[in-house]
């Protein structure tokens, strides 16, 4: 899998385009999203400068805003979720890579993801 990464706290020359490890199947109430598009806040530019972690639990890799196409459900998944939905998401971290999981922080999106 692919994931933009901070390789040292700086400006935009801190991030990377890298290899990493792939994801493992999605748990308990997740689903795996993969990211047509991610977008960056500010909070992804402090992060980047070294002035704002990720929460605990979170994933090492910026992002806070991703759309894109869930792919497979975990167990208890609520039914309004199926593959092949598009969708938005809104997280604590992590959407700079090409796959995405995550517990029931996704909704829908009105007239799909492009």
């Known amino acids: 899998m692919k994931a933009v990464v ?7 020359e801190a ?5 990493v490890e792939d994801l493992p199947a ?10 047509a598009a991610a977008g960056v806040n500010r909070a992804d530019t402090v992060q980047r400068q070294g002035k704002y972690p990720p929460p605990p639990g979170a994933s090492l890799y910026p992002g806070l805003e991703c759309s894109g196409t869930i792919l ?6 609520p039914p309004r979720w199926a593959i ?8 604590a971290a992590g959407m700079r890579r090409r ?10 999106c009105r007239r ?3």
């Open 26 to 35: 999605p748990g308990d109430g997740e689903v795996l999203v993969k990211v």
């Open 15 to 19: 991030l990377e385009l890298r290899e």
């Open 99 to 108: 796959w995405w999981c995550r517990r029931g922080s996704c909704s829908r």
């Open 84 to 91: 092949g939905d598009q969708v938005r998401c809104l997280l």
């Open 72 to 77: 497979a459900l975990g167990p208890n998944v």
């Open 6 to 12: 901070i390789s040292s706290p700086g400006g935009p």
């Open 112 to 114: 799909g993801c492009r």
